[in-house]
């Protein structure tokens, strides 16, 4: 059974550090992760999509690795700034199955 | 670009009654699912359908129903709704063989059970 959990699960840094958030599975049999952001009370919006053949994906200031083999995938946010305040999810979908299976998160605070 | 619909975004109802959201996915995907929200907690997946047929069956109460209709929309019907049934309702949709079978969200329905 897919179990995925995110380190750490609260982060407060001062503007302008660049960050690490990280996301790890058991099953290393998956077709594809996804990192997304949660503002409070708010809907998910889609960051990042990494297929499992790729390594790496980059958007702006965010970049997203993968592991298959270690199962592990880390969310870097570069410049961090106050308004990427948010919770980061990190979502994983197994081979043979069709559903999303979503880490714990990881609550961001950026301090101004 | 066209995103995926739900409807209501905001529902209110009492305990015992019974709720119906809907979800209109992206043109041409063919495959829905339907996510589950409680406060502080994450997401887990309830169901899916793909070509209106169920594919994959998660934590879905019994009291739950869905289905895939033939325009691809989905309804998740809750009866003898309870307390704990009050959450973020998402439904997201691909399509099959898509590029990395990515997932598009909706906004969400805001279930409250009073």
């Known amino acids: 059974k897919q179990e995925v959990t995110q380190i750490p699960a609260a982060l407060s840094v001062p503007e302008g550090e660049n960050l690490v958030l990280n996301c790890s599975f058991t099953?290393?049999?998956?077709?594809?992760l996804q990192w997304f952001r949660q503002d409070p009370g708010k809907g998910l919006t889609s960051l990042l999509l990494?297929?499992?053949?790729?390594r790496e994906q980059t958007s702006g200031r965010l970049n997203a690795s993968l592991d298959k083999s270690s199962g592990r995938s880390t969310l870097y946010i570069a410049a961090s700034q106050p308004g990427d305040s948010a919770t980061y999810l990190c979502?994983?979908?197994?081979?043979?199955?069709?559903?999303?299976?979503f880490g714990t998160g990881t609550r961001l605070k950026v301090l101004a | 670009a066209a995103g995926v619909i739900q409807s209501p975004r905001h529902l209110i109802k009492e305990k015992r009654e019974t709720a119906t959201l809907k979800c209109y996915p992206i043109?041409?995907?063919?495959?829905v699912y339907w996510y589950q929200q409680g406060p502080g907690q994450d997401p887990q997946f309830l169901i899916s359908?793909?070509?209106?047929?169920?594919?994959d069956k998660g934590s879905i109460p019994d009291r739950f129903s869905a289905q895939q209709f033939s325009d691809y929309h989905s309804e998740l019907n809750m009866s003898s709704l309870e307390l704990g049934d009050s959450a973020l309702y998402f439904c997201?949709?691909?399509?099959?063989?898509?590029?990395?079978?990515?997932?598009?969200f909706g906004p969400g329905t805001r279930l409250t059970v009073l």
């Open positions: 979502a994983v979908g197994t081979s043979g199955t069709y559903k999303y299976i």
């Open positions: 359908f793909y070509e209106k047929m169920q594919s």
């Open positions: 997201a949709s691909s399509l099959a063989g898509g590029p990395g079978n990515e997932q598009f």
């Open positions: 990494i297929q499992s053949s790729q």
């Open positions: 099953d290393s049999a998956i077709y594809n």
């Open positions: 043109p041409r995907h063919d495959t």
